[in-house]
């Protein structure tokens, strides 16, 4: 069975600095995406960046951009000149045969 | 927001209540997703519908029973609850089930059982 695993419960950061979320994943599968969402604070939950299995070349979104490993398993996260608006709870996803979901990391923005 | 309400936002009900959950998008999606969060663990998908049929449900008690009437809407019956069934449900809907496509989220309600 598919599993993610966020192993940081909690991150910080200094605001206008750099941070990396960890996820790794277990699977078989060859062909899958993987996603990472965010939830602010009593907000709905969106979807900051995806990222295909059969890509080599990692997904960016303006200031947001992935590692991913495929060989490694690993899709981690870094959030680049970080804002206070960042701060929420983030969640790595997989999609294949099966939708799974890592714990969560909840990331503070320090000013 | 994102075109996805769920009421109501809060709910506190006792073992022996029967209670609903609404969920409702706008968005012209195929899919819809019923997902229970709980604090430091992951977030649990519970079932999901394509086209108002229930494609898949992941070992869930029968104290939960969905029902998607249309492809707009989706409802989690309760009745019988335990105390850990305390969450945030989350509704979720896609343009197609269980692909790439972006999840858009709804709000959550806010579940207690006492």
């Known amino acids: 069975a598919q599993t993610v695993t966020q192993s940081q419960p909690e991150m910080s950061v200094q605001e206008a600095e750099t941070v990396t979320l960890s996820c790794t994943y277990d699977t078989s599968e060859s062909d899958y995406y993987l996603f990472w969402y965010k939830q602010p604070p009593s907000r709905q939950m969106i979807l900051v960046i995806r990222?295909?299995?059969?890509?080599?070349q990692n997904a960016t979104e303006n200031r947001f951009s992935v590692n991913f490993q495929k060989a490694a398993k690993s899709f981690s996260l870094k959030i680049s000149d970080s804002q206070l608006g960042d701060a929420a709870m983030y969640f790595c996803?997989?999609?294949?045969?099966?939708?799974?979901f890592g714990a969560g990391t909840i990331l503070r923005v320090k000013s | 927001e994102t075109g996805v309400t769920q009421t109501p936002r809060h709910l506190v009900m006792g073992m022996t209540n029967k209670k609903s959950l609404k969920c409702e998008q706008h968005?012209?999606?195929?899919?819809m997703y019923w997902y229970k969060q709980s604090a430091k663990k992951p977030l649990e998908l519970m079932f999901v519908y394509s086209l108002e049929e229930r494609v898949e449900n992941n070992s869930v008690p029968s104290r939960f029973s969905p029902e998607c009437p249309n492809s707009s809407h989706l409802f989690l019956h309760l009745h019988t609850l335990q105390p850990e069934d305390s969450a945030l449900y989350l509704c979720a809907s896609s343009q197609v089930a269980r692909t790439a496509y972006e999840q858009y989220f709804g709000p959550g309600t806010r579940l207690t059982v006492t």
């Open positions: 968005l012209g999606h195929n899919a």
């Open positions: 990222q295909e299995a059969y890509k080599q």
């Open positions: 996803a997989y999609c294949g045969n099966k939708l799974v």
